[in-house]
């Protein structure tokens, strides 16, 4: 049995569901593992700001995609995770989700503690990251808003995204490990995973060359990356 979560203060989580969504799986999950569980059709329905939207994605006919893309754009800055049929998830499917703003994708088929696991993972990192007085003066990172300002260029960024940029930002000059990455933003041990890793890397530097900035993030080949001018 997976052991309580003692937090400050008890996380809230909204499930997010359609009409016809199942709650049990969650609400079973969440209660277990001591978070406070409210369902709602919107974030904006419910009387609290949630730290985590939970979109259940499996019913016939309800748009996951859109309803993540929503959330993402209304609520930049708390975790989103969706919850996909009992089958594998194709990988093309998993990345559509985490591109469209999703922090985690989990199928029906993932086991009790681990699905406790990856949110109190999640969890772990909501909570800006504390930046280095040495970091560069022209990088901003505003974690309500979820942006980074360069410059006079202000950028939204997924959750993912702001969370390794805030890493990098403060390991300005310095390597970080695609290890150190993986189990700091996703929460993933070792090098699983990698594809998800470079995928954020990717979206990170085209929506950063989309206005503007000349090239940050430098890949170590057989390392990691660095963030420098």
Known sequence: MTPPFTP????????ALPPRGEASLITRLSADAGFRVIRGAAVHSTPERPDVVIIDSRVPGFDGLAAVRAVRISEPGIGIVVITGPQPTDSDSVCAFLEAGAD???????????????????????????????????????AARGTVEIHDARIFLTRNEFELMGIL???TGRVVSRPHLLRTVWGYP???RTNVLNMCVSSLRRKLASSGIPPLIH???GIGFTLHA
């Open 169 to 171: 930002t403060q390991n």
């Open 104 to 142: 985690d994708v989990l199928t029906a088929r993932v086991i009790h503690d681990e699905a406790i696991a990856r949110l109190r993972a999640l969890l772990r990192r909501l909570a800006p990251p504390a930046l280095n007085p040495s970091h560069p003066a022209y990088i901003t990172l505003d």
């Open 8 to 15: 400050a203060s008890t996380p809230a989580i909204i499930l």
């Open 190 to 192: 070792g090098e699983t």
């Open 219 to 221: 890949t170590v080949r």
